[in-house]
């Protein structure tokens, strides 16, 4: 139906360009930070860590605001606080604690020590794709539990929606994160163009998850 088809093309803009903006933050912040040079004392790992946490809100903020507007269609009584608020809980605390690890348990090899060993790329990935599934089933449990209250069977269905959906784009995000770039710019467009291809993939699996999920007010999609 062309209703349908014009929804699943609202919701890839709204996963994608709420993606796409918020780690093109993400990762300018992350190029300034590496390029200020390592943070040793506690001030300054507080102040990229808070900086970082920000991206995640700011990322949260968008990404949810832009899906709420799309859902709102399909489900007129969706709140915009409640779906919204908790997309920006899972994702400042998704940032909080992926840069606490770096920030505070990794970067304080003594003086002298050997550098650790990069794993391979592949590998790499592996990992991205298994902390892609738990993070996006976190984000599909806060975001399912309000959308719960307005179709049923949502929660489980949303849940592995976006498992599915992070597991296969994270990895794209680390693929730009292992880049060597230039300069800001060149690190916002590649932050921002990983984004986008992340976007894309929690888009089409939660796109699918909506399928299997019906809209308020009967089988099909209302006309928009």
């Not at 943070?39 to 102040?47: D, G, I, Q």
Request: with cysteine; net charge positive.
């Amino acid at each position: 139906m062309r209703s349908d088809r014009a929804f699943f093309l609202r919701w890839l803009f709204a996963c994608g360009f709420g993606e796409l903006l918020g780690l093109a933050v993400a990762a300018a912040g992350m190029w300034m930070s590496a390029r200020a040079g390592e943070p040793v004392t506690l001030a300054e790992k507080l102040a990229v860590l808070f900086g970082m946490i920000g991206a995640g809100i700011l990322e949260g903020a968008i990404t949810g605001t832009l899906q709420w507007l799309v859902l709102r269609r399909r489900y007129p009584a969706l709140g915009g606080a409640g779906w919204v608020g908790a997309t920006v809980l899972v994702a400042a605390l998704g940032w909080a604690a992926g840069m606490s690890i770096p920030l505070f348990f990794v970067g304080d090899a003594a003086a002298g020590a050997p550098a650790p060993v990069e794993p391979p790329m592949a590998l790499v990935l592996v990992f991205a794709a298994i902390f892609g599934a738990a993070a996006g089933a976190l984000f599909g449990l806060a975001q399912g539990l309000v959308l719960r209250r307005h179709v049923k069977n949502a929660l489980l269905v949303w849940v592995a929606g976006n498992a599915a959906g992070w597991a296969i784009g994270l990895p794209f995000t680390y693929l730009a994160g292992g880049l060597d770039l230039g300069n800001v710019a060149a690190a916002a467009a590649v932050g921002g163009a990983s984004g986008l291809v992340m976007g894309f993939a929690v888009a089409a699996a939660t796109g699918m998850a909506l399928r299997a999920l019906p809209p308020a007010h009967g089988p099909t999609l209302a006309p928009t």
